[in-house]
């Protein structure tokens, strides 16, 4: 028997050089063609290969850098092989497109790849911000380490529409639904390639990865072995942050070995720390009392809602209205005994109205307590976060090859961070982590993998919340069984008392005119006064106010960030527990070797996915038996390709998803590739994508500072009543508040109100159709464009409904009035289907051209729009969030004429455009307020690689010339970063 095996056997060696130099070359990738066996050369360019495969057979030779070749092989011993530098694009292989391997000049989509030289080249201090210079890509800053990837519009912050997989591992956070790319991802160390497949992905990646997909893979520790490292330092400059200028620092180690080529393991730490980007955007965007962004500050508007101010919770002055008219006919004796000033105030209603004949209760409603909003003083995010960031990514794996072909792996990916985001609020993800831990047998044509996602929410807790909860451990907002002890009540009160006083004074200097002038003249002159009168509310409100950096503030902030969300009034909480897991299952085919791919390219797969609800209460609603939900997901695909004539090649393929709590789901996709003379390749393709609403989106039940979030599901209309207590649309809200601040009579006024009628909530879906150009012209220029267009059915967008506190209905129109103040109201916001269809096309062009010296300048340009944004309702959010467009301008060279230096410089600029999120206050999103300004940026490197050590010494920063710019509502403005790192690579070739 051993002698058998050993006859079986086919031994491979040979030496791998470099074409024009002749230099060996170190860490070149030797595969058997059709396995998983192969090894890689040492450091003279020489290797050792065995194998079942017998002879004649075909290796594969692949490194960074050069162009890979396929060399059919009869006499195994002492081959040379030359390789030649791949200077221009168009040569990549890419998985993402179909799930096989293919030439992504012959991708039947778009795809766009990112390999490790791209990654080295680029001006970006992480491999993950160079994302953002592939076309047609935006980005979300919301800090140094959270940063959301956007395509063909709908984007969002932490956008769940986009679907990140590592190592074939979803790395969305299950619970808090975002993906967590750049902050406990892999190191960049130990990244091969990025892959981003823009558009729908649906059809054989399962639900969400509807706008796109992005696919980053690490490095096998068979084909990259030795030890490398990194060292990074620079400085963040910003204007408006603490301090101006700050360091950051950012280090790295990776190791990976073979034994036998059987077995083989790699691990890599990476660490980060800095001080982050600072939010402080203190435009007042409540649009309260008639005050804009423009003119509407603290001082002069009593309503005040700054963007990036926090705890600044608002009534209306004329809900107090009833609370004073019921002490009218209470003696002012008793009054005094519960407030002195409340008793004053009753006492001079009453004298002012049996001297004037007019009622008292006009006096109260016209003069003391007018429909004017007033908001609490809040704490601007500066003095609510700390700012100090960072991320702690380790890494580790080890395969073993069974056989030549089968491989079997053990994963494991763990972070930790602190970090930024931004939601329904502004939330400080402090300790946060996330593990993913992953085993997974694989062939050369299938794999079978499991895996978990667990994440931990760590001390983090929502800012919004905390300013609030600070504000209400101080004073109260409303205490109805102690309103003068409440901060709302004071600040009434106050306002009365002195609009009072100097509306009697006035009156009585004009008592000389009839009543009527008289009563105007005393009127006009509490209105001029209303800004003094409205400063003294403050100030006597605020009195005792916990100023940040006093004892008795640190300890609120203490005491709110410890305590779980939401709390009770007064005791707010602000963190969150979220300990949510995520078990998936997964398989994928491929027929090859059964079926010749030359008669069909045949492959199958399937999952199941379980995602177990664990927020202590905190995020998530409770079913019936007091515990948490559990969402359970299956789906499977199938797709067959024919190559027709060796110009076109023709592929469809179909999956269906079901949901337990939604109806299944089938996704269809068609697709045509021509190529003509080798180099021109024109496709074609339609597909349907859909996206299954995340966890949130289905089980949410949060309240917020501008609204309670819940879930879509029936279930919470059950719950919050909705039938036995109406809830209205907030369009038709704001409607009502106007007419009556106008003038009309409140039962007029309630004619515009709208009741919410509740409709069947389905998962979203989209249909796209793309044609597109690939083509390598003359060995020098790269060209790819695409044009696409999408037709969206059961769009999911947000609505935003108001319910009074006690029921409000127009059989009492009194009750009404609830509405219109924030201490009588709830508001709630939840998905929900769009009632018309959403439509939205773009197009894309990138080219790049080969200069001699190897000199290239290339750019790309985007466009995006929404079609029909005018033919939907007024109150419906799209968050298409989109500049129309958007383009890259760039000039390298990776190694000029030989010496080791290299340079890339980037230009970006991309037009303004309006950011919908619930972030934002509802009046701006609905007054179509929120725009992002155009801004334009300039990122530049420069690198030296020293051969003596192995290493890369690379200089450079992003945003160079330092001008502010943001890219999302509420979010922080990035300034300048410059930076200095060396990375070391034992197998790096001269």
């Known amino acids: 028997m051993t002698t058998t ?47 079942t495969v017998p002879t004649p057979l075909t ?8 162009q890979t070749r396929e060399i059919p092989v009869e006499n195994p011993s002492g081959l040379t092989i030359e390789l030649r530098e791949q200077v221009m694009l168009g040569q990549e292989v890419v998985v993402s497109a179909s799930r096989v391997e293919e030439n992504v000049m012959k991708s039947p989509v778009t795809v766009e790849k990112m390999d490790i030289r791209s990654i080295q080249s680029a001006p970006a201090a992480t491999f993950y911000d160079a994302l953002l210079n592939l076309k047609g890509v935006d980005m979300s800053t919301q800090s140094l380490t959270f940063r959301s990837v956007n395509v063909r519009g709908f984007s969002a912050n932490g956008n769940t529409r986009v679907v990140q997989l590592v190592d074939g591992m979803d790395n969305q956070a299950p619970g808090l639904n975002f993906s967590v790319g750049n902050i406990a991802g892999i190191s960049e160390l130990d990244v091969e390639s990025v892959e981003l497949l823009p558009g729908a992905a649906s059809a054989l990646y399962g639900p969400n990865a509807i706008n796109g997909l992005l696919l980053m893979t690490s490095k096998n520790p068979f084909q990259y072995q030795g030890l490398s490292a990194y060292a990074k330092t620079g400085i963040m400059s910003a204007s408006n942050r603490s301090t101006a200028t700050t360091p950051f620092y950012d280090a790295g180690i990776r190791y990976a070995k073979a034994f036998n080529n059987r077995l083989a393991f790699k691990a890599s730490a990476s660490y980060l720390s800095a001080t982050d980007w600072q939010a402080t955007d203190y435009r007042d965007q409540g649009f309260a009392n008639g005050f804009t962004m423009a003119n509407g500050t603290r001082p002069a508007n009593p309503g005040y809602d700054g963007i990036n101010i926090y705890g600044d919770a608002s009534a209306n002055l004329s809900a107090f209205q009833s609370t004073v008219a019921q002490f009218l006919p209470v003696p002012p004796a008793q009054i005094a005994l519960i407030s002195p000033p409340l008793a004053e105030i009753i006492g001079g209603i009453n004298q002012l109205s049996a001297a004037t004949n007019i009622p008292a209760t006009q006096i109260i409603n016209d003069v003391l307590l007018p429909n004017v909003t007033v908001s609490r003083t809040g704490y601007a995010e500066n003095e609510l976060v700390d700012y100090k960031v960072s991320s702690l990514k380790l890494n580790g794996a080890l395969h073993y090859r069974i056989n030549d072909n ?40 299938f794999f079978v993998r499991a895996y978990t996602t667990q994440e931990r929410s760590g001390d983090s807790y929502a800012i919004g919340i905390l300013g609030q909860g600070i504000n209400e451990a101080w004073k109260p907002s409303l205490d109805q069984s102690n309103l003068t002890g409440s901060w709302f009540p004071q600040y009434a009160f106050t306002y009365a008392g002195g609009a009072l006083q ?7 200097q004009a008592a000389a005119s009839n009543p009527a002038t008289a009563y105007q003249t005393a009127l006009g002159a509490v209105n001029a006064m209303a800004g003094n009168l409205h400063t003294a509310a403050r100030a006597a409100a605020d009195q005792g106010r916990f100023l940040p950096g006093t004892p008795q503030f640190d300890q609120a902030l203490a005491t709110v960030t410890g305590r779980p969300l939401p709390g009770t009034l007064p005791n707010l909480g602000a963190k969150f527990l979220d300990r949510t897991n995520l078990y998936h299952g997964e398989f994928m085919y491929n027929f090859s070797k059964l079926i010749d791919p030359a008669t069909v390219e045949l492959i199958v797969g399937g999952n199941v996915r379980q995602y177990a609800l664990n927020s202590g209460g905190t995020i998530f609603a409770l079913d019936e038996n007091n515990k948490e939900f559990k969402i359970n997901e299956f789906g499977g695909y199938a797709q067959a390709a024919k190559t027709l004539a060796d110009i076109l090649k023709l592929t469809g393929s179909v999956r269906y998803d079901k949901n337990n709590n939604f109806k299944g789901q089938f996704s269809p996709r068609l697709s045509a590739v021509l190529t003509l003379a080798k180099v021109h390749n024109i496709r074609a393709s339609f597909q349907r994508g859909f996206r299954i609403p995340t966890t949130q989106a289905q089980y949410i039940n949060l309240n917020t500072p501008s609204a309670r979030l819940i879930g879509g599901l029936p279930l919470f209309r059950e719950r919050f009543n909705f039938s036995g207590s109406p809830v209205y649309t907030l369009e038709s809200v704001r409607a009502f508040g106007a007419a009556l601040q106008g003038g009309t009579a409140l039962p007029q006024a309630a004619q515009a109100l709208q009741q919410y009628q509740p409709q069947q909530w389905n998962p979203e879906r989209v249909e796209t159709y793309e044609v597109g150009y690939k083509g390598l012209i003359n060995n020098k220029l790269f060209i790819d464009a695409y044009y696409y267009y999408n037709r969206f059915l059961n769009f999911e967008g947000a609505q935003v409904v108001v319910q009074g506190a006690q029921p409000a209905t127009p059989a009492n129109p009194a009750s009404l009035l609830q509405l219109i103040s924030g201490t009588t109201r709830n508001i709630y916001s939840f998905y929900v289907n769009a009632p ?15 200069l001699p010296g190897n000199f290239i300048v290339g750019g790309n340009v985007s466009y995006n729009d929404l079609a029909n944004r005018g033919s939907l309702p007024s109150e419906f959010v799209t968050f298409f969030n989109s500049p129309k467009y958007r383009y890259n301008l760039s000039f390298s060279n990776r190694n000029i004429r030989g010496s080791g230096f290299g340079f890339n410089v980037i230009f970006r600029h991309q037009d303004a455009f309006l950011w919908e999120s ?59 970063m410059y930076y200095v790192s060396l990375t070391f690579d034992e197998l790096m070739n001269r």
Do not use: M
């Open 502 to 508: 100097t509306f009697g004074t006035a009156f009585t």
């Open 406 to 445: 089968l491989e079997a792996i053990l994963q494991a990916n763990w972070g930790t961070g602190t970090t930024a985001y931004t939601g329904q609020d502004r939330y400080y993800i402090k300790g946060f982590s996330i593990g993913q831990y992953k085993a997974e047998l694989r062939g050369s044509n």
């Open 918 to 976: 619930s972030f934002a206050n509802t009046e701006a999103t609905l007054r179509k307020q929120t725009t992002i300004p155009a801004f334009s940026t300039l990122d530049a490197q420069v690198s030296k690689r020293i051969p003596g050590i192995k290493s890369i010494l690379k200089v450079g920063g992003t945003n160079v010339l330092g001008k502010l710019y943001t890219q999302a509502w509420g979010n922080p403005s990035v300034g300048g």
């Open 836 to 850: 018309v269809q959403v439509k939205n096309h773009g197009w894309a062009v990138s080219a790049d051209y080969l």
């Open 59 to 66: 290796v594969v030779v692949s490194s960074v850098g050069f």
């Open 5 to 51: 095996w050993c006859l079986a056997q086919t031994r491979i060696t040979g030496t791998v050089t470099e074409e024009t130099s002749q230099n060996p070359l170190v860490g070149v990738s030797i595969t058997v063609k059709g396995t998983v066996a192969g090894t890689i050369t040492d450091n003279k360019g020489q290797f050792s290969l065995t194998t």
